[in-house]
């Protein structure tokens, strides 16, 4: 079972993101998945772990039917009301590790927006969204880019540890770990993979058609994008 943290820090998150005008929202991730989806119209998106539910209502005006999968029911609980009016919009609390409650070979997108890190094991996600996925289908995951790690393992390996990154070690080691985040209020616990990590699971099942490195500083990777084909 996923550790469900975000009941915990659901106010925190939802104040910060809001409808999604905050920098990281409005700048890196949402350009990158409207740009993967283009400008056609869908029949079914899941948005899976749709969080406070800010990019909702926005596929609701590309898509026939949008379903909001999350395991937070404070989450599921602010989506709810940011999706008051649309008829179009269904939410269905989903413990991404389990079996999706979605039938097989009926969905046109399913987007995975910044939730994979937070998932202890990416495997069976993968073959639920081959499962639940049309021929052709899109499948687009968005996470932290494991790269935003390596600057700050430089420097604790000369004395300078960042103070966000409470547990750390090697890239190449995978494995649950603890950083402060949502603006240094609240401390996460998170999967650390590396871009292999990520990219491996998805690639048995389906093909990589294309792939983003964002950057906010211009300096270190922020957010690692890609868009996957069902075979």
């Given at each position: 079972m996923v550790v469900n943290q975000w009941d915990?820090?659901?106010?925190?998150?939802?104040?910060?993101?809001g409808n999604g005008e905050e920098d990281l929202h409005r700048n890196y991730l949402d350009?990158?998945?409207?740009?993967?989806?283009?400008?056609?119209?869908?029949?079914t998106i899941v948005d899976a772990g749709c969080g406070n539910g800010y990019l909702l209502?926005?596929?609701?005006?590309?898509?026939?039917?949008v379903v909001g999968l999350d395991y937070s029911d404070k989450l599921l609980k602010a989506s709810k009301e940011r999706i008051v009016g649309s008829k179009n919009i269904s939410l269905l609390k989903t413990d991404l590790t389990q079996r999706?409650?979605?039938?097989?070979?009926?969905?046109?997108?399913?987007?995975?927006?910044?939730?994979?890190?937070?998932?202890?094991?990416?495997?069976?996600?993968?073959?639920?969204?081959?499962?639940?996925?049309?021929p052709g289908g899109l499948l687009l995951i968005l996470v932290d880019h494991p790269g935003h790690y390596l600057y700050a393992r430089a420097?604790?390996?000369?004395?300078?540890?960042?103070?966000?990154?409470?547990?750390?070690g090697s890239y190449f080691k995978e494995g649950k770990r603890k950083?402060?985040?949502?603006?240094?209020?609240?401390?996460?616990?998170?999967?650390?993979?590396?871009?292999?990590?990520?990219?491996?699971?998805?690639?048995?099942?389906?093909k990589l058609v294309k792939v983003d490195e964002n950057t906010q500083d211009k300096e270190t990777p922020r957010i690692l994008a890609m868009k996957f084909v069902k075979k």
């Open positions: 915990k820090y659901a106010e925190i998150f939802d104040r910060g993101i350009p990158l998945i409207f740009s993967y989806l283009g400008q056609k119209k869908y029949t209502n926005k596929l609701a005006k590309i898509s026939t039917y999706l409650p979605i039938k097989d070979n009926s969905t046109d997108v399913v987007i995975a927006n910044m939730v994979l890190q937070y998932l202890p094991q990416i495997e069976s996600f993968a073959k639920e969204c081959y499962r639940i996925l049309k420097q604790e390996l000369i004395g300078k540890k960042d103070p966000h990154f409470l547990e750390s950083k402060k985040s949502l603006w240094n209020k609240a401390i996460l616990e998170y999967y650390h993979r590396t871009v292999s990590g990520y990219i491996n699971p998805f690639n048995l099942l389906f």
